[in-house]
């Protein structure tokens, strides 16, 4: 993927569109370490283009075993990240297509576990994880973040 550079661009704007509060936490690590996580690495990364302009984005890369209320050992597990779609392409199943595509090459891979986290504030987000086959497993207490832990056995 030689476009990185545009790749970055789109994920960190709509990051910061999505999660203001996040401005000055600067690079994270994945999007730091790109090409040595989704080129090199086990991770797996695809965009959607309309024309040349990119216009949805999701990731996924090995699972670190950061939340202790979540236990996948033993299992080849990943964390779906960066399911970004701009405003004009979303409500047209863009979004629920490259997820598709992303499992597939998941279930290529042999991971057992798709995982991930979301928010409630995020519109209809939750739902949408659900109807590509995820369920709850956990939701933190935490007042703001409220984050909803999501996971889909393949």
Known sequence: MGDVPQVLDFVLQARAELFPKLHDAGMPDDLARFASIYLQGEGRFLIARNGGEIVAAIGYLPYDGRFPQLDYQGRKTVEVVRLFVAPEFRRFGLAGQLYRALEA???????????????????????????????????EADPVWRTAHMQQFL
């Open 105 to 139: 090459m998941a279930q290529a891979d042999g991971v057992e576990v798709m995982y991930l986290h979301t928010h409630p504030f995020l519109p209809g987000a939750i739902e949408f994880w659900v109807r590509q086959g995820f369920e709850v497993v956990d939701v």
